[in-house]
Every structure is written in C-alpha cells, then in structure tokens.
C-alpha cells in the first residue's frame, strides 16, 4: 500500500499523519506544498502527477489537505482518510491570513458530491479551534467510520492517529 499524505494549509509534509504512518510502517509519500503561492488548480494537478507516478493507492488528507483528498478521492475513487477536514476552504482560509484564489475552491467544492462512501474514513476533533464547526463534515461523511474525539484539537498530535489508521486501512 503506498499512501499520499496531504497535508494543511500553513502545514509541513512532515505532519503528524505521515509521522505516524511512516512509524506503522506504512509507504508515505508527502510533499511540501506552498498553498499561498500556487493557484488551487496547480496544487490539484501536483497531487495528480504523485499519484500516477507513484502508484499511490490511499490518499490521507488533514485540514486543507482533507480538502484535496476528498476531491482527488471523489475524481480518483480512491480511499482516503480525512483528518479535520476543511471542506469548505472558501470559508475559512480567508479567516487564517490566506489571500489567494478563493473562486476556484468554491468551483472544486462541486467535486466532493461525487464522494463513494465506501471510500471515505474521517476523524475529527470536537475542539478544533481552527473549524469551529464540523456538522456539514458530519452530515456529509457521517458512516460507519466517523470518528468524532472529544478533547481532540485541530492538530492531528492530538487525535488518536496510530489506531484509527490501524482500523480503516488494511496493510
């Protein structure tokens, strides 16, 4: 199984997902991208190129990153793990400082309807301070696999990564 690990915006390819993948034993492949200053569409067509060229097989996405896994994920029928999902970009990075092309997240935005549920597994924290509200993560990709952890944080350090990887992926 090779993962591609997403990671947030303001993040580091080095994020607690992939730390704890690579430490499961998992093949990780998790580039560094630079959200502020490639356009939606730039970041989308890299992830595109990692994956064809790696044969990835599971995609893992927090935050922002959750965002470019469900679309790739929605395009790809590929599973994917979303990790605090930020759907809904359009909303919330304007809050974090970002100034970039909004519209063109608010056009991906349509791409996650195609979404199987068979593929998606999501975990997210009840205190994340960053998206202060994951209802419309809940009602959307609420499943069997919906993990919702109580004093859980915006930062995938403080979700139980290490099991709730063991129980949606397969090695």
């Known amino acids: ?13 080095e994020n607690s997902a992939c730390s704890v993948l690579k430490k499961m034993g998992y093949d990780v492949i998790s580039i560094q991208l630079d959200y ?62 970002f100034t970039g092309d ?4 608010i056009e991906m935005f349509g791409k996650i309807s195609n979404l199987k549920n068979k593929n998606v597994s999501t975990i997210i924290g009840e205190q994340d301070e960053v998206i202060d509200s994951h209802d419309f993560t809940e009602k959307f990709l609420g ?18 990564l290490e099991s709730y990887f063991r129980e949606v992926l397969s090695v």
């Open 1 to 13: 199984m090779k993962i591609l690990n997403i990671h947030g915006y303001m993040g580091s390819s």
């Open 102 to 105: 909004i519209v063109s997240y």
């Open 143 to 160: 499943n069997e696999r919906f993990r919702k952890v109580p004093h859980g944080r915006h930062s995938g350090a403080t979700l139980p």
């Open 36 to 97: 502020d200053n490639m356009s939606p569409y730039s970041v989308l067509d890299m992830l595109l190129r990692q994956i064809s060229d790696n044969n990835i097989t599971h995609i893992v996405g927090t935050s922002l990153g959750g965002f470019f896994g469900a679309v790739l994920s929605a395009e790809l029928d590929v599973p994917v793990v979303l990790v605090n999902p930020c759907l809904m970009p359009f909303v919330y990075l304007s809050r974090l400082g």
